[in-house]
């Protein structure tokens, strides 16, 4: 983190002719032997050997640029040279062929180094700009559900995840074109009267291509009444309890392969389709895993899941297109009451 308190060292020492002694080990000292800890990418989001060891600009997923403060830790450290020593996690052992220089005193110069940049204006407005602009779309976002919720009080949100597949790469206003003809089979077709709004977001995965994490918004009363109307076709005057009791668990497991069966017609059977869980599913096919966001806790948990998609931008997001949004929902609904 570059941004810390002024002036603040990661060591303090005491040189006298006896040697050199620590006194004190700052919180940027700590935190910088913590980053050093975490070597394997599954134990953190970003390492320091991802950071400090590669080349920042050719990440492991093409596509993204990281944010203003990790792009200056890894310039401020390659400029001191860090990718060429071996950290003991000792900030009084001394670095090979470094004249004694100590590991404590290098990671302080570093850390001034980014006391210094990190309080010039131009550091401050790009990472301001970049705050800014999420917290533009995450408002956007917030406004469409809020409006959805005015109009349809029990509706509900169901977060599916649809991507490109691992086949030959796709180009972004292709893939932009299935994902559109989806919604329009999900709002014509499959869940007309049903669908009242949806919101997507986009990432991209070598394994996956281009992901959108799709949240559908459907009218909760709706729902219940075609279900219930389904149920007493199907199974006449009673049918089973627990398919009564969860109309949304019903209606996912009758339209979930319909969904996948269309995604993989539109992609030419390259695409991968689940509901929102963790982890990936390695297999094609539409996971029975969801993520329900129903009354009463709706709105609070359809934001909350929202807020972490684009927040993560903050940290890591794609690079940006001219002419195609990362992001997008449906049309704004007319406003109910005053």
Not at 219 to 230: C, F
Request: charged share 25%; with cysteine.
């Amino acid at each position: 983190e570059p941004k810390g308190r002024e002036n603040e060292c990661a060591f303090v020492f005491e040189k006298t002719l006896a040697g050199t002694k620590l006194i004190k080990t700052g919180r940027p000292g700590k935190s910088f032997y913590e980053l050093l800890k975490k070597k394997n990418p599954s134990q953190a989001f970003i390492t320091y050997h991802f950071i400090i060891r590669n080349n920042v600009n050719k990440l492991s997923q093409p596509n993204y640029e990281l944010n203003e403060k990790v792009k200056l830790l890894h310039d401020m450290a390659r400029g001191l040279d860090f990718q060429h020593v071996d950290f003991t996690g000792n900030p009084s052992a001394t670095i090979t062929n470094s004249n004694g220089l100590l590991e404590g005193e290098l990671i302080n110069a570093l850390v001034t180094r980014l006391q210094q940049a990190a309080g010039k204006k131009s550091f401050a407005d790009k990472v301001a700009k970049r705050k800014k602009e999420v917290g533009q779309t995450f408002t956007q976002s917030k406004n469409y559900v809020q409006r959805l919720y005015d109009q349809f009080p029990q509706l509900v949100g169901k977060s599916l995840v649809v991507s490109d597949g691992a086949g030959q790469p796709v180009k972004l206003a292709t893939s932009v074109g299935r994902l559109d003809k989806l919604i329009t089979f999900l709002e014509d077709d499959l869940l007309r009267n049903l669908l009242m709004g949806w919101w997507w977001k986009r990432e991209h995965l070598i394994e996956r291509g281009n992901c959108y994490h799709l949240v559908l918004f459907l009218d909760g009363q709706a729902v219940n009444d075609a279900v219930s109307t389904h149920l007493h076709q199907k199974y006449g005057v009673n049918p089973p309890p627990e398919l009564v009791q969860n109309p949304f668990d019903t209606l996912i497991k009758d339209i979930g392969q319909k969904i996948y069966g269309e995604w993989l017609h539109i992609t030419d059977g390259q695409g991968v389709c689940w509901w929102f869980t963790a982890p990936i599913p390695t297999q094609k096919s539409l996971m029975s895993e969801k993520r329900n966001f129903e009354p009463p806790n709706s709105v609070e948990a359809l934001l909350s899941f929202i807020e972490h998609r684009l927040k993560q931008d903050l940290y890591l997001r794609l690079e940006r297109d001219p002419k195609i949004p990362h992001f997008s929902m449906g049309k704004l609904p007319v406003r109910v009451g005053p």
